[in-house]
């Protein structure tokens, strides 16, 4: 199958820096990317919608402002946390889709944050 | 809006032995797919099976198999043969066709396999 390589698979960060995130289609190009978030033992919570070349499409109560999605390549999105803060430690997964791929979604190994 | 709900926060079964997990969905549309995902404790999100909900045939994979009732909505996971390796959360997941590939999850069943 297709590969989605993310990283860094774990950060730690100080409350107030900004964090980013990578997340890459190693082998196709994705039209469509997705972030998610995932609390201990919940299902993932999709975050944004981004497509190469426009901006994302936030979900209801996401902050644009502070989760700033960058969708600059067919090969790369990414997620930075702004000012982060405690609250925002989580896990963090994307996934791609592409035309070429038939409606199948790939995902990320995933990215632990943790603000201190 | 397109819900999926899998009812089995929980379930267990013995090695060897054979589960099945349960979900429903609620949706409009008649062009749709669905999908199992599995998250093991690496949490890498694995894809173990899809249908395509024009597709009467139940998909099958290996030890993996559905039985997908359309007119029901509902989407159950069979797993046969259990493994150790099986035990994971699983997700059941839908997917509109023409919708941007955005897929609605389920909130999980944690799948515990004894020994």
């Known amino acids: 199958g297709a590969v989605v390589s993310q990283h860094p698979s774990w950060v730690i960060c100080k409350s107030g820096t900004s964090v980013k995130i990578e997340c890459r289609s190693l082998d196709f190009q994705a039209t469509t990317m997705f972030w998610y978030r995932q609390f201990p033992k919940q299902s993932l919570m999709l975050m944004a919608t981004s497509n190469e070349g426009s901006k994302a499409t936030y979900e209801q109560g996401v902050e644009k402002d502070k989760f700033l999605i960058n969708h600059a390549s067919l090969t790369l999105s990414t997620l930075t946390v702004t000012s982060a803060h405690p609250e925002d430690s989580s896990f963090y997964i994307c996934s791609a889709s592409g035309r070429s791929l038939n409606t199948e979604a790939f995902f990320g190994q995933g990215t632990r944050l943790t603000v201190v | ?115």
């Open chain 2, 1 to 115: 809006a397109q819900t999926v709900t899998q009812s089995q926060p929980e379930m267990s079964v013995q090695e060897a032995e054979t589960v099945t997990l349960s979900c429903t969905y609620d949706t409009s549309e008649s062009d749709y797919y669905l999908f199992w995902y599995k998250q093991p404790p690496s949490r890498q999100m694995i894809l173990v099976i899809r249908q395509e909900a024009y597709k009467q045939q139940n998909a099958t994979e290996n030890r993996f198999s559905v039985n997908f009732q359309k007119a029901a909505k509902s989407f159950s996971l069979k797993i046969s043969d259990s493994q150790l390796g099986d035990a994971a959360m699983y997700f059941c997941a839908y997917l509109a066709r023409g919708s941007n590939y955005k897929l609605t999850f389920g909130k999980g069943t944690l799948l515990t396999v004894n020994p």
